[in-house]
């Protein structure tokens, strides 16, 4: 029998992290054990824990990965160098409605939904989803502190309105999840794109 072939080095790791944020997307967190991550990696599971001590670190560490992955695409999106802050968080919106065209699988958050599971267990990812939904909710902050200094609004802050941003993502996500159809998310984020408009008396175009 021919042996398996030999994974090149420093891939192993990569291979680990793409596997989980695959199988964490379909079957959960602890649904996914370590023989499948090493079976969908093709890797042994020497080399699993050559690089992490444990299922947890793996968790921490596929967050991380997503947080770095998912925020370097927001940051390169063209609509950041839109001269409107406003006009920039409308694109973003349009952008997050351009991803529930996927698979459900592949428009679920990796953070939000692995800390739903482990957020009592897992101290360690609690925090690491909290680091990831916290630099998604940066993002649009600063857009949304250009807007409102443009034009204040009574009682709302930049910090406030990003994480009620990050509401609707993350909630939008659990309805489709439940109803198994994007079109809970999509019409999430409409309500929200109203809710802006006539906060910062931005009639539709």
């Given amino acids: 029998m021919t042996a398996p072939a030999r994974v090149p ?66 940051a390169a999106h063209p609509y950041n160098s839109l001269p ?49 939904i916290q630099s998604g909710v940066e993002h649009v902050r600063s857009h949304l502190a250009e807007a409102l200094a443009a034009r204040p609004v009574p009682g709302v802050t930049a910090e406030g309105l990003a994480r009620q941003l990050q509401v609707v993502v993350q909630g939008g996500i659990i309805l489709a999840k439940a109803a198994n159809d994007a079109e809970p998310a999509r019409e999430a984020f409409d309500h929200l794109e109203r809710y802006l408009r006539l906060t910062f008396d931005r009639p539709a175009a």
């Fill in 9 to 74: 080095r420093g891939e192993a790791r990569a291979r680990l992290l793409e596997a989980a944020r695959n199988l964490v997307r379909h079957k959960g967190f602890a649904a996914t054990s370590v023989d499948e991550l090493c079976a969908a990696a093709g890797v042994t599971k020497g080399a699993f824990f050559h690089h992490f001590a444990s299922k947890e670190a793996l968790g921490v560490a596929l967050i991380d990965d997503w947080t770095e992955t998912t925020g370097a695409m927001f």
């Fill in 84 to 132: 409107d802050p406003l006009d920039r968080v409308f694109a973003y919106l349009d952008l997050r409605r351009e991803i529930l065209d996927q698979a459900l699988p592949e428009f679920t958050c990796v953070a939000g939904t692995t800390v739903q599971e482990a957020y009592e267990t897992s101290p360690a990812i609690r925090a690491a989803a909290e680091r990831s």
